[in-house]
């Protein structure tokens, strides 16, 4: 389990304990702010509020073309072509280059930019990676990594899509996107993570934007799985309140979708 510390707009002195990829929420935890992600306990929970996730998780056990061998057959071409598009690899990213990606995607896409308190909140359990091509970034990822399970999951896919002046430049980053998930298992099971969440699942969903998410990241085989978060009820109510005082304010506490895209993330304190 991995905990974050993420200061109110009171101030540090006023946190919300965020902890991620733990079995189950602990019973202490009930009577303060905490807020658990991706639990692997389905179960309800006196003191929190649960919140059913789905998520699609990659076995990186196996060798790393038996991983490649449980893509589908558009994503593996699409991976072929980025191999062969004279892209470079990174993952040695400074904090202030991940947050100016998301910024760019951010007013892209028309979501609230994240807020570098929160960023900073997680820099030290983060692993950022990126595919550029003649000094350009294409996309950029960002995960967070429990060593003590071999567990990893997902937080930003920012790809530059709306950066691209036709459809080629498209395409390619297209290409790219899919070959930086391919590398990314791949440095991630280099570092001993044995399972990678991708972050999240809209199962179910008739949002055409989200099925078209779901088709991507079925592209990559997996097991789709049902999680949970949990909220403690001091933080839930305090969230509520916190929304109506601010119902005014459009972006209050609005959450970032699941990826492709900048995610997972709270941009702040009061955000779920």
């Known amino acids: 389990m ?3 510390k993420i200061p109110s707009h009171f ?25 658990y992600f991706h639990c692997r306990d389905t179960r309800e929970h006196h003191g929190f509020h649960r919140e059913v996730k789905f998520t699609k998780i990659i076995d990186l056990r196996p060798s790393r073309d038996e991983i490649l061998r449980q893509f589908s057959g558009h994503t593996r071409t699409k991976i072929k072509h980025g191999a062969h598009d004279g892209m470079r690899f990174s993952s040695d990213i400074p904090e202030e280059e991940l947050l100016k990606v998301c910024a760019l995607f951010a007013e892209d896409n028309g979501l609230p930019e994240l807020e570098k308190k929160v960023l900073d909140a997680y820099w030290s359990g983060m692993k950022v990676t990126k595919l550029s091509r003649d ?12 060593e003590s399970t071999g567990r990893a999951c997902m937080l930003h896919d920012a790809a530059m899509f709306r950066r ?3 459809l080629s430049n498209r395409n390619t980053i297209g290409h790219a996107n899919r070959y930086l998930h391919y590398l990314d298992m791949l440095y991630l099971k280099d570092l001993g993570v044995q399972w990678l969440d991708l972050g999240g699942y809209a199962r179910d969903t008739t949002d055409e934007h989200l099925q078209r998410v779901n088709e991507f990241k079925d592209g990559f085989g997996g097991e789709l799985v049902e999680m949970s978060n949990y909220v403690s009820l001091p933080l839930f109510c305090y969230r509520k309140l916190s ?10 506490g609005r959450n970032l979708p699941p990826g492709p895209g900048v995610r997972a993330l709270p941009r702040r304190f009061t955000d779920g």
């Not at 733990?22 to 009577?31: G, H, I, K, T, V």
């Not at 000094?135 to 429990?146: A, E, G, K, P, Q």
């Not at 929304?243 to 209050?252: A, Q, V």
């Open 2 to 4: 991995l905990t974050f």
């Open 11 to 35: 101030g540090v002195w006023i946190a919300a304990k965020y902890r991620w990829m733990a079995d189950l929420p602990l019973a202490s935890d009930a009577f303060g702010f905490a807020h």
């Open 243 to 252: 929304h109506h005082l601010h119902r005014g304010n459009s972006l209050e």
């Open 135 to 146: 000094n350009r970034t294409l996309v950029m990822h960002s995960f967070i990594i429990d």
């Open 164 to 166: 691209a002046d036709d």
